[in-house]
Structure formats: structure tokens, C-alpha cells
């Protein structure tokens, strides 16, 4: 079972759209992190939000954290051929010191 | 600053054989992490040290898989026999402390055959 769940998993569309992708969980999270991975690379850290509610703007990406620390979504403005990449969230299990991954969503920016 | 550093970068073996990676984290970084990342898939925490002391190996298949962090610095981890399911990316990270951001290495990836 997927303590967080992404989606879609797959997303190709083309530049210059609007897109929002998601992070769902019955699990409560004292934090959640937005990761992109390039391929041939590790993860590397977008953003963090803690706060139940808080919403964090990075250029033309917009990361939201639910008002109950269970869901976050990625929005992204106009998007360019730079953004391809698989997106992770990664979730601070409450009462743990860990942190959890989900499935990724791969996302595909066409020119 | 340096990032974390891994290596191999590839690897290529037979079921059965034995592997070892590893992983030299940032400078002063207590915490070091081992995931494992299947293809098309997030990944996987298999082990996470507190400086040398290890927090969380709930999911690391002992029976297989060890990893040690001598001295609380540089860590190794070890599959001895290797089966085919392990054919994945095999990322190290390290942060400040629990639950603050992580940085990545570039993983090391294995083909099991």
C-alpha cells in the first residue's frame, strides 16, 4: 500500500499550458517535500511546506499544502521544455523521524 | 559545497554474486540515507543512519542487504547474493537531520542478470 499517493503518474502536454499535478494521503505529515528528478540524477529539493494551508510560490511553480497535512499540489504556469522531469513528494511521517516517497508523476513537456 | 558523492555510477553482475556501493555524504551532515528506486517508481527508504547509529532499517531485507557507516562519515552498502529483483537505482542521500531536506548523489545503477 502507497502511504502517498501521486497523480496522474504520466502527464505530456504542451508548452506554454497550465498543469497541477497531486499528492494525496490519509496520512497526516508534519512536513512535505516537492523533489524533481532528471534521469541519470538524484532528486533534487523544489520546496518545503509545513504549515497546514501554506502555499509557496518557486517562479512559475505554485505548491500548496492541505489545510488538514494530508495532500499538496504542484501548479505550474506556462509550462516550458525545462520543466520535464519526474516530480516526487515526499512526506515527514508524523511521530518518525523518515521520510516518505510517492510513485513520482513523470511529466513531459512537448515544444 | 561538495555534493554527495557515489559510486560506481554502473553496475552490472550475476545472480548470486555480491555488490557493495558507496556513498561519501556533505560535510556535517549527521543523517545518511540508502533508497532504492525501481524503474518508474519513488523511492524506496532501505536504511537511514543517525550518525553512526542506524534510526530505520524496517525495510532493508537483512537476510541480504547490509550497509555500515564507520566513523559517522562515509557509508557503504553491501547485497551478498544479489537476486534479480535488486536491478534498481540505488540512491544515497544526506541531510542536516531528520526531516530536513535531503541531497541527493547521482545513485549508482544495477543490472542484476
Known amino acids: 500500500t502507497q502511504l502517498l499517493e501521486q497523480s496522474p503518474q504520466f502527464l505530456s502536454i504542451q508548452e506554454g499550458e497550465n498543469l497541477t499535478v497531486y499528492c494525496n494521503s490519509s496520512?497526516?505529515?508534519?512536513?512535505l517535500q516537492w523533489y524533481r528528478q532528471e534521469p541519470g540524477e538524484g532528486p533534487v529539493l523544489l520546496v518545503t511546506?509545513?504549515?497546514?494551508?501554506e502555499v509557496k510560490k518557486l517562479k512559475r511553480l505554485t505548491f500548496q499544502f492541505g489545510d488538514a497535512r494530508k495532500d499538496s499540489s504542484l501548479h505550474i504556469t506556462a509550462a516550458q521544455p525545462g520543466d520535464t522531469g519526474l516530480y516526487l513528494c515526499?512526506?515527514?511521517?508524523?511521530?518518525?523521524?523518515?521520510?516518505?516517497f510517492g510513485q513520482g508523476t513523470r511529466l513531459t513537456i512537448n515544444p | 559545497e561538495a555534493g554527495v558523492a557515489q559510486s560506481p555510477r554502473y553496475k552490472i553482475i550475476e545472480k548470486r554474486q555480491s555488490v557493495a556501493f558507496w556513498c561519501n555524504p556533505i560535510?556535517?551532515?549527521?543523517?545518511l540515507y540508502w533508497y532504492q528506486q525501481i524503474l518508474g517508481q519513488g523511492p524506496k527508504l532501505l536504511i537511514q543512519?543517525?550518525?553512526?547509529?542506524?534510526?530505520?532499517d524496517s525495510q532493508l531485507p537483512k537476510d541480504r542487504f547490509s550497509a555500515e557507516r564507520l566513523k559517522g562519515v562515509d557509508s557503504t552498502l553491501k547485497i551478498q547474493p544479489a537476486k534479480l529483483e535488486d536491478s534498481a537505482v540505488y540512491l544515497c542521500?544526506?541531510?542536516?537531520?531528520?526531516?530536513?531536506?535531503?541531497?541527493f548523489g547521482n545513485g549508482t545503477r544495477l543490472t542484476v542478470t
Open positions: 496520512s497526516v505529515f508534519s512536513s
Open positions: 515526499a512526506g515527514g511521517v508524523e511521530g518518525a523521524q523518515k521520510l516518505v
Open positions: 543512519f543517525q550518525n553512526n547509529g542506524v534510526v530505520d
Open positions: 560535510s556535517g551532515h549527521a543523517t
Open positions: 542521500a544526506s541531510s542536516l537531520g531528520p526531516r530536513t531536506p535531503l541531497h
Open positions: 511546506v509545513v504549515t497546514g494551508g
